[in-house]
């Protein structure tokens, strides 16, 4: 295998992971912790699943951004996806994530 097709297996590997990370993995870890915040029966004390939480919040983001500016990343629709498509995930993953955890307390 020459260097050139190393190097576009390479993005094709990191991008299947990214999609991976940002499609499924990452959102299951959010509805795991939510739900571990519900079974530690704290209420609004803060905790390091909190910190779990909105850090696996952050890396959704930064994945999907890379995803987009670096790795071609499309949207689930299997079109190239932009910039505007970013801010729309973003928008979405940022509200739904503060729901879930604000309820997740809630019911803790």
């Keep these: ?3 050139e097709n190393s190097e576009v297996h390479a993005s094709q590997l990191g991008g299947c992971l990214t999609r ?6 990452g959102n299951l870890m959010l509805v795991l912790v939510a739900v571990n915040i ?20 952050v890396a959704l983001l930064a994945v999907r951004w890379v995803d987009i500016q670096f790795l071609q990343g499309q949207t689930a629709d ?5 910039m505007a498509d970013w801010r729309r995930y973003g928008l979405l993953v ?6 879930v955890w604000i309820v997740a307390h809630w019911m803790s």
Excluded: K
């Design 1 to 3: 295998m020459d260097r």
């Design 20 to 25: 991976l990370f940002w499609m499924g993995i």
């Design 78 to 82: 299997s079109r190239p996806a932009t």
């Design 38 to 57: 519900v079974q530690r029966r704290a209420g609004f004390a803060f905790s390091g699943l909190d910190v779990l939480f909105w850090g696996t919040v």
């Design 94 to 99: 940022s509200s739904v994530s503060l729901i």
